[in-house]
């Protein structure tokens, strides 16, 4: 029997994003959340998909859909196990390249 992970969904759930609305190709103009205009940005996940794989909103950080869930954490499920360490990311810089 072969197990399927859940790992994308995890992070899925991790996410907080509690619309179930999609707007694929652009964000929407007005946040459907706290009403303010030109504040969605795109959210590029490394690793996971190239480009924007959900949107959110600058001023009350509302996270919304791109793709359905289900696509969203097919994506995400890409990225388990990896990792990056924040800390040394100020000394990225002063290292040479791997």
Do not use: H
């Not at 996270?63 to 388990?80: I, P, V």
């Amino acid at each position: 029997m072969v197990s399927k992970s859940n790992a994308g969904l995890e992070i899925f759930d991790g996410l907080e994003i509690r619309g179930t609305k999609r707007w694929k190709k652009e964000p929407p103009d007005v946040c459907p959340y706290c009403s303010k205009e030109d504040c969605i940005s795109g959210v590029e996940v490394i690793a996971a998909y190239d480009g924007a794989l959900f949107w959110e909103c600058d001023e009350c950080g509302e996270k919304l859909l791109r793709f359905t869930k289900e696509t969203t954490a097919k994506y995400l499920a890409k990225t388990d196990g990896l990792y990056i360490d924040l800390e040394r990311m100020k000394y990225i810089c002063q290292e040479p390249p791997n």
